[in-house]
C-alpha cells in the first residue's frame, strides 16, 4: 500500500477471510451503519414489535432506562403526567354534569367526585384503587356512573359534617356548632 493504508482481515459470514484496506472497512462501517439507520426508519412497526419484545426479554433494563429518562427529563415526564391527569378528571367531571350538586359551581378545580351514599373510600380499599385509577375507570366507562355526583370541595366537607363523619373527632366544636344553632 503506498498511501500507508492498513490491511484488515474480517471474516465473512460464511467464515472466508476478506482482505480491506483500513480506509474502506472504515467507509464499508459507515455505509452499513447509515443502511440499518435507513432501515430501522423505513420499518418503524417491525422496530416497535422489537422493542416491546426487547422490553419484554430484559424488564429490569427496560426499568433502569425509564428511571434514566424520568430522571433526566423530570420537567416532561411530569408536566405530561399532570396533563394525563387533568384531561382524566375533566372528563370523569364532564360526564358526572359538570356542576357542584349543591351549590352548581362548575370550577373543575374544586369539583370532587362524591359517592351519593357514602363509602367512597372504603370501596377504592377495597378494590385497592387509588383516585387517579378510579378516575380513570369511570372515563373510560368501566365503572357505573351511578351512585355518583360531583360536589366541591366545600360542599364536601359539609355533606361529611352532616353524614356526621367528622362528628366523633371534633365533639367540642360539634357540640358548639348545635349549641349555636339551637
Ligand atoms: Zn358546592
Redesign the pocket.
Known amino acids: 500500500m503506498s498511501n500507508g493504508d492498513e490491511i484488515v482481515r474480517k471474516r465473512d459470514s460464511s467464515g472466508r477471510y476478506l482482505t480491506y484496506s483500513f480506509s474502506e472497512s472504515l467507509k464499508a462501517r459507515k455505509r452499513n451503519r447509515e443502511r440499518d439507520r435507513r432501515w430501522r426508519e423505513d420499518h418503524p412497526k417491525r422496530m416497535n414489535l422489537y422493542r416491546r419484545r426487547w422490553k419484554k426479554a430484559h424488564p429490569s433494563k427496560d426499568a433502569r432506562s425509564k428511571r434514566e429518562y424520568k430522571k433526566r427529563n423530570r420537567e416532561i415526564v411530569l408536566s405530561a403526567e399532570r396533563r394525563r391527569r387533568w384531561k382524566i378528571r375533566l372528563k370523569v367531571i364532564s360526564s358526572l354534569g359538570g356542576r357542584?350538586s349543591?351549590?352548581g359551581?362548575d370550577d373543575p378545580r374544586v369539583l370532587q367526585v362524591n359517592h351519593v351514599h357514602g363509602g367512597g373510600q372504603q370501596e377504592l380499599r377495597k378494590l385497592h384503587l387509588t383516585n387517579q385509577q378510579f378516575h380513570l375507570r369511570i372515563a373510560n366507562g368501566s365503572h357505573t356512573t351511578d351512585g355518583l355526583n360531583l360536589?366541591?370541595a366545600?360542599?364536601n366537607v359539609l355533606y361529611e359534617y352532616e353524614r356526621g363523619t367528622y362528628a366523633n373527632f371534633h365533639p367540642n366544636v360539634h357540640k358548639a356548632i348545635v349549641r349555636q344553632e339551637s
Open positions: 357542584c349543591r351549590c359551581t360536589l366541591c366545600n360542599c
